[in-house]
């Protein structure tokens, strides 16, 4: 557990702990304004039911953007490993091109007359370097293509981070709005629960 849940954790339970000290009042029914009509009914009741559904989505939505961060980089893994498999299929074919010509050409040589020895000398020679300058580029493409991946996936998963800190930032100033509201909520209810006491009390004890 990261240090954001453990934080939305530890308020939830002062929370939890104020509603257990406050249990009575919390309880105590009110008369609610719905614009359209008036109920009455517990307040403090109905503010920790939007606090418990408001953390509730929170905690779906951080568990739904981890799972797809773990997703998207896992297919991006995938298709890293398919691009390193298709880079080293290519460059056994070329090799085994490389190869079956060789050997069909030095076969004809073979068969051709004797006073062609010197010249299926220098064929073999000129395709020994050849076979050499193909393996360095050959081995300079893969490396190139190695380098390509490493740096593709090196920025993405740079990106899918940033994407992550952008939502956590959102996430955490969320809560941190959704807090406020509720604490002034909590405010207005308290100072709205304590002009009632005064107005409730006797003449008597006023004086």
């Given at each position: 557990m990261?240090?954001r849940?453990?934080?939305?954790?530890?308020?939830?339970?002062?929370?939890?702990l104020?509603?257990?000290?406050?249990?009575?009042l919390?309880?105590a029914p009110?008369?609610i304004?719905?614009l359209?009509?008036?109920?009455?009914?517990?307040?403090?009741m109905i503010?920790l039911?939007?606090v418990?559904?408001?953390?509730?989505l929170?905690?779906?939505?951080?568990?739904?953007?981890?799972?797809?961060a773990?997703l998207e980089i896992?297919?991006?893994?995938r298709?890293?490993?398919?691009a390193?498999?298709?880079a080293?299929?290519?460059e056994a074919?070329?090799f085994k091109e490389?190869?079956?010509?060789?050997?069909?050409?030095?076969?004809a040589?073979?068969?051709?007359?004797?006073?062609l020895?010197?010249?299926?000398g220098r064929?073999?020679?000129?395709?020994k370097?050849?076979l050499a300058?193909?393996h360095?580029?050959l081995?300079s493409?893969?490396?190139?293509i190695s380098?390509r991946v490493e740096?593709a996936?090196e920025q993405?998963?740079?990106e899918l981070l940033?994407r992550?800190?952008?939502?956590?930032q959102?996430?955490?100033a969320?809560?941190?709005?959704?807090g406020?509201t509720l604490?002034?909520?909590?405010?207005?209810l308290e100072?709205?629960l304590l002009?009632?006491?005064?107005?409730?009390?006797?003449?008597?004890e006023?004086?």
């Open positions: 990261n240090l849940n453990l934080t939305v954790l530890i308020i939830l339970l002062l929370v939890a104020f509603a257990g000290l406050n249990w009575s919390i309880t009110s008369e304004n719905l359209f009509t008036r109920i009455s009914a517990p307040l403090g503010l039911g939007v418990a559904l408001l953390s509730l929170y905690f779906i939505f951080i568990a739904v953007i981890e799972t797809g773990l896992r297919r991006y893994a298709q890293v490993e398919q390193r498999k298709l080293d299929q290519a074919s070329r490389l190869k079956g010509y060789l050997e069909e050409h030095l076969g040589l073979a068969e051709g007359q004797s006073g020895k010197e010249h299926v064929t073999v020679t000129e395709a370097n050849e300058l193909e360095d580029t081995k493409q893969h490396s190139e380098g740096q996936s993405l998963k740079s940033s992550l800190e952008g939502l956590e959102k996430v955490s969320d809560v941190e709005r959704a406020n604490a002034a909520y909590l405010g207005e100072d709205h002009g009632r006491s005064d107005e409730a009390k006797p003449p008597s006023e004086a």
